[in-house]
């Protein structure tokens, strides 16, 4: 069964500043594809970026970017020039290429500081 | 356009009464999703709907839980008897179709509490 970790419950972030996330994942599959979604207190969850288990390169959203180590299991977020926006939940998700479903990390609760 | 509704936003009943939530997908989407949020957890997937077929509910507590999908747009979750446990955040989502690179689109759910 696949399952997703996120280590951190909370991390904090001066505005302006970088802040990564963490997330790692455990799965027998090689094509699958991985997500990072922000929940923000109105708790409306949206997609934030996504990444396909056959893509070397990592994906960039504006000031979201991952790094995605394949080998490693490990897909972290890396959020840049951080603002109050961003403060939310954070959940790192899974999906099999052939399959439906998606497993969500416990998430991490970011703030940003003015 | 318009998102994903669900209604209500929030519900409070007792223990052993019946409840039911409502989802309204974004039109043209036809797959939907409910899940299960606990208080400081990842969602949990409880039943997917590929028009008005549930494809997948092996996570739906059957003896009181039930879902449906008439016409296969809008949706419906129940909980009868309710439980203490069954107190969380009931998501519903949709997607154009159930591929894995499709984006999932989530509404704002609903909050449950069983006193």
């Known amino acids: 069964a696949q399952t997703v970790t996120q280590s951190q419950p909370e991390m904090s972030v001066q505005e302006a500043e970088t802040v990564t996330l963490s997330c790692t994942y455990d799965t027998s599959e090689s094509d699958y594809y991985l997500f990072w979604y922000k929940q923000p207190p109105s708790r409306q969850m949206i997609l934030v970026i996504r990444q396909e288990a056959y893509k070397q390169q990592n994906a960039t959203e504006n000031r979201f970017s991952v790094n995605f180590q394949k080998a490693a299991k490990s897909f972290s977020l890396k959020i840049s020039d951080s603002q109050l926006g961003d403060a939310a939940m954070y959940f790192c998700?899974?999906?099999?290429?052939?399959?439906?479903?998606?497993?969500f990390g416990g998430g991490t609760r970011l703030m940003v500081k003015p | 356009e318009a998102g994903v509704v669900q209604s209500p936003r929030y519900k409070i009943i007792e223990k052993k009464q019946p409840v039911a939530f409502w989802c309204n997908p974004i039109?043209?989407?036809?797959?939907l999703y409910w899940y299960r949020q606990n208080l400081g957890q990842g969602p949990e997937l409880l039943i997917r709907y590929e028009n008005e077929e549930a494809v997948d509910d092996s996570q739906l507590p059957k003896d009181r839980f039930s879902a449906e999908r008439l016409k296969g747009v809008d949706s419906t979750l129940k909980i009868q008897p309710a439980e203490l446990g069954d107190s969380a955040v009931y998501l519903c989502a949709s997607s154009l179709t159930s591929g894995a690179y499709n984006e999932q689109f989530f509404g704002p759910g609903t909050r449950l509490t069983v006193l």
């Open positions: 039109s043209g989407h036809n797959t």
């Open positions: 998700a899974y999906r099999y290429n052939a399959g439906n479903m998606l497993t």
